[in-house]
């Protein structure tokens, strides 16, 4: 597979500069296999969505200045994890998704019909 690509075959996009985002904070969803949270869809959080991620003990809102994380408003996009991702769809809170912006290795774990439900950028 090659590591720029995104779900639909084309060119990775950026996903977020403010804030930077990102395994490798690149601001893109890119991927390498030390990556073991496959950090792969770029999705727009909501309020119901960080609210959700935070009681399953991953505290996406407070900012954690040792770690360079500024916290996360809705609106905002980040490369959330892909299994949190399908978590939150299986719950009924998955946020929006940004496709040009998902990362092929996504697909390892979510369903490319389920991405599309949820796209922001398709026509």
């Known amino acids: 597979m ?3 690509l995104n779900v639909l075959g084309e060119a990775l996009a950026l ?3 403010k804030p930077l985002t990102g395994y490798f904070r690149d601001g893109c969803c890119n991927t390498d296999r030390t990556d073991r949270g496959s950090h792969t869809v770029c999705v ?3 309020a119901e969505f960080l609210e959700f991620t935070q009681n399953k003990g991953n505290d996406l809102s407070t900012p954690r200045a040792e770690f360079g994380f500024p916290g ?3 609106g ?3 490369c959330l994890c892909a299994a949190r991702w399908q ?3 299986d719950a009924g809170v ?3 998704v940004v496709l ?3 990362h092929a290795a996504a697909l390892r774990t979510v369903r490319l019909a389920d991405l599309k439900k949820y796209a922001i950028d398709l026509v």
Do not use: F, N, Y
């Open 2 to 4: 090659d590591a720029k």
């Open 15 to 17: 996903c977020s500069e």
């Open 44 to 46: 727009r959080v909501t």
């Open 72 to 74: 996360l408003r809705p």
């Open 76 to 78: 905002d996009q980040w």
């Open 87 to 89: 978590e939150a769809l």
């Open 94 to 96: 998955a946020p929006k």
């Open 100 to 102: 040009q912006a998902t």
